[in-house]
């Protein structure tokens, strides 16, 4: 069983960047992904990003890459996603996730979600 609550949405400008934060609790034993993904109205869930639990090896979609990363900190027990250079188009609810199955991308593959947390950005 797995916990997990973001932080860090908000609001804006273009150009600008947000730090978001997941923090997880409870199992880690068959935790396989930690993952972020976003979902804007009207639109389908969409991959953003994950970081592999045990050797840290990160996925970024096209989309998002060069301007985003993901990292754990082992300290505060957290997965952050550093975004930088914020598009309107990056504008969506941002859900952290995790997955015990081998699959980064696919949310269809992911068991536990967060409540998420809006990054809203301006033009």
């Known amino acids: 069983q797995v916990q997990l609550v973001e932080s860090g949405g908000g609001l804006v400008q273009a150009g600008g960047s947000l730090r978001l934060s997941c923090a997880a609790s409870g199992s880690t034993f068959r935790r396989r992904f930690m993952g972020w993904f976003r979902q804007a109205p009207g639109k389908e869930r969409e991959f953003v990003s994950a970081?592999?639990?045990?050797?840290?090896?990160?996925y970024l979609a096209d989309s998002v890459k060069g301007r985003f990363t993901i990292a754990r900190d082992d300290v505060k027990k957290t997965v952050d996603l550093q975004m930088n250079s914020l598009k309107p188009e990056d504008t969506a609810v941002y859900f952290c996730?995790?997955?015990?199955?081998?699959?980064?991308?696919?949310?269809?593959?992911?068991?536990?979600w967060g409540q998420g947390t809006q990054v809203t950005v301006s033009s």
């Open positions: 996730a995790v997955t015990t199955n081998f699959s980064a991308s696919d949310p269809k593959r992911y068991e536990y």
């Open positions: 970081i592999n639990w045990s050797f840290s090896t990160t």
